[in-house]
Structure formats: structure tokens, C-alpha cells
């Protein structure tokens, strides 16, 4: 097991192998993924691999204080800024959002949540209500995160109409495709990815659909400067000659820990076993599935979709009511053979079918279906 073998890649000295390899993958992944030049190794920006899309975004949040604030936070702390540093991001965002507000200072009141039109995406013109309103009041808005695939329903944010506010504003824009960010491996899916290629930073989890064992996220940021200006600290005890010469990457200094683990190794094996033909067929094939199992809630006239379902969620429910989706969800978790979760959308209750396992097959989709027919009132 190479992330437990002592690799130790906080430095590039430790561990140059961990480096080199990290660095590379994250090239390829970002090929896969068709994100732009700026994002690679040999641009400004570059790759790097987080434990979770949590921590990815705490970064983002810390660079962008820093950039805000011109290095005041980190070093005076932020009371020493009369000013209140604000924080933009759908209703529909994921909870990782306000947990990385608050662990970066800034409270959780400082967060506009964004509505969201009859797709549950962001309003690009009530941001920008927003923002103006934040400005005129003398405040510093510092940061937005658009969702590409949001955690309820999968909902894509108009991410460059949501660009062109940040670019106007000086504001730094963070993308969560946590989730559906994997779906851009496919060219008939890469529009999700629409606009990105102006974002200040970039998060996806190949732990999720991307065949990854968690952990491993992939984190992406445009001018890695911002990044490690905001994270990086050099006592004696880690300076040598390798890091003093700024030809090789540290990644201790794009997170919060310093210690790190050979992560690198698995996204590598995961590319270089499948390959990116194979990767997009299985992708491809839990789409299709998706998209079968939304055609039979669909087609059954006590059931209706609840959101769109571009990639491979279907949020649905039974046209009976909360407590008999709950008996649904319930009896289907409880027979062991199927698991899913519930949100609530526009206040219904609504049942979610989520697939991106490698051995999901249509029987089992088929199967899942009977069950929760079986269940139903
Ligand atoms: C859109 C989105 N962002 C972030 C997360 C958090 O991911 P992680 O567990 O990697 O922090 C999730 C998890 O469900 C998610 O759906």
C-alpha cells in the first residue's frame, strides 16, 4: 500500500518521487477534464490533491482573504480590518462552504447566499444585487463559490455569467465540481465546465466518481502565488537548498497540514489501469443508467422528477406525500439492498438515486426501481 509505505512528500526533498508524480497526475487530470492552460504545472498555477473538497475550499477561502486584505489577515488577524470581508454562494451550496468561513475567520454572517432559479442554479443577477449592495455598504467582497453539480440535486451555476461579476468586482472565484465535476471527462458533458477556465480555483473528487478510493481530491488553482503566499511559512528546520532555489514544488505550502501522503499514486494508478477510453465508457455508462432510471419515475404516473438530472443524480419522489417517501427510503435502506438519501428541494421532500460505482450494471438499476415500487403505497 504506497500511501502507508513511510512516504512522507511535505517537502519536495523528502520525497521528490511523491512530487514529481503528484504534479504530473494533476497535468493529466486536468487534460482529462479539459481546464485550462493556466491551471497546469508549466503555467502560473498548478495542481494538488487535498483530503477532501472541504479542505480544497477552505484554501481557496484563505487565499482569497489574503488577497482581499493584501496580507493584513494573516498578519495582524482580521479585527485589525475594520472592514467585513463577504462571501457569496448559492442556497444550495454545500455545508463545506460556511465550515470553511467560519475556520478562516470571517463568520458565518458574512456568507450571502445566492437564490437560485427553477433549476436550483445560481442567479448571476442577484449575486451581482448583491455584491453592489456589499460595496456601497463599504465592505470586501472576497470570494464566490459557484457549484458545478450542487450536493442536493446536481444543479450547474452559470459559472461564467457568475465570472463576469467576480472579474468586474476584483472578486476571487472558486468552482465546487466536488460531485459532477468528473462528467467533463466526457466531450458531450464538458459544457458543465463552461466558464471555469476563469476561475481562481477549481475542486473535484476523484474519491467520488472517478474510481479513486477516498481519499483524494483534486485541486486546481490559477496563479499558485496566491496560494502559497497565503500558506506558506519557512522556519530553519525546513529550508534547504531544493525549496531555496524555487525550482521545485512544496506542496505543504498549498495546504493546511505539513505532513502529507503519496495520494498521487493511486490517481495514477487509476489512469494508467483504465485509461481515459475506459474511464469515459464507465462515465459514459452511468449516465445512461441515470438517465434509464429517470425515465421510469418518469413514465410511472405516482412518481415525478423533482430537478433536472444532467449527470447521475435523479432527485424523484412519490406524488404521495413526505411520509411516504420516508416509508419508501426506509424500506428500501432497510432491505439492504439499495441505499439512498433524501433533500428537501423548493420544501418537498425529495428521494435521490445517485450512481458512480464501477460495478453498478442495469440489473441493479432495474432492481432498485422494483424496490422502491414494492415500497410504495
Ligand atoms: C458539492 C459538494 N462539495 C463538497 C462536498 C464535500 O466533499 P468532501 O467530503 O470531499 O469534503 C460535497 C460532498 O458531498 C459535495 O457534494
Known sequence: DPEHAGVQGMLWITSPAATEVETLVLD????????????????????????????????????????????????????????????????????????????????????????????????????????????????????????????????????????????????????DAALAGTAAVLPELRWILDGSERADSFVMNPHKWLLVNMDCSAFWVRERASLTSALSIDPEYLRQAATDSGSVIDYRDWQLPLGRRFRALKLWFVLRMFGAE?????????????????????????????????????????????????????TVNDSGEAFFTHTVLDGVFTLRMAIGAERTEERHVRKVWELIRASAP
Open 28 to 175: 493529466w487530470l486536468a487534460d482529462l477534464l479539459d481546464l485550462p492552460e493556466a491551471f497546469r504545472s508549466a503555467s502560473t498555477g498548478g495542481g494538488v490533491i487535498q483530503d477532501s473538497a472541504s479542505s480544497g475550499t477552505l484554501v481557496a477561502i484563505l487565499a482569497a482573504r489574503e488577497r482581499a486584505t493584501e496580507g493584513l489577515g494573516n498578519a495582524e488577524g482580521l479585527p485589525s480590518l475594520d472592514r467585513t470581508l463577504t462571501v457569496y454562494t448559492s442556497e444550495h451550496a454545500h455545508s463545506s462552504v460556511e465550515k470553511g468561513v467560519r475556520a478562516a475567520g470571517l463568520g458565518s454572517s458574512s456568507i450571502r447566499y445566492v437564490p437560485v432559479d427553477g433549476d436550483f442554479a445560481m442567479r448571476p443577477d442577484a449575486l451581482r444585487a448583491m455584491v453592489e449592495e456589499d460595496v456601497a455598504a463599504g465592505a470586501i467582497p472576497t470570494i464566490v463559490v459557484a457549484n458545478v453539480g450542487t450536493t442536493s440535486s446536481t444543479a450547474i451555476d452559470p459559472v461564467g455569467a457568475i465570472a463576469d461579476v467576480c472579474e468586474e468586482f476584483n472578486v476571487w472565484l472558486h468552482v
Open 278 to 330: 475506459e474511464i469515459r465508457r464507465i462515465v459514459r455508462e452511468h449516465i445512461r443508467l441515470t438517465q434509464l432510471f429517470a425515465s421510469f419515475v418518469e413514465a410511472d404516473p405516482d412518481f415525478e422528477l423533482t430537478a433536472p438530472h444532467p449527470v447521475n443524480l435523479v432527485c424523484f419522489r412519490h406524488l404521495g406525500g413526505e411520509d411516504a417517501n420516508r416509508r419508501i427510503m426506509d
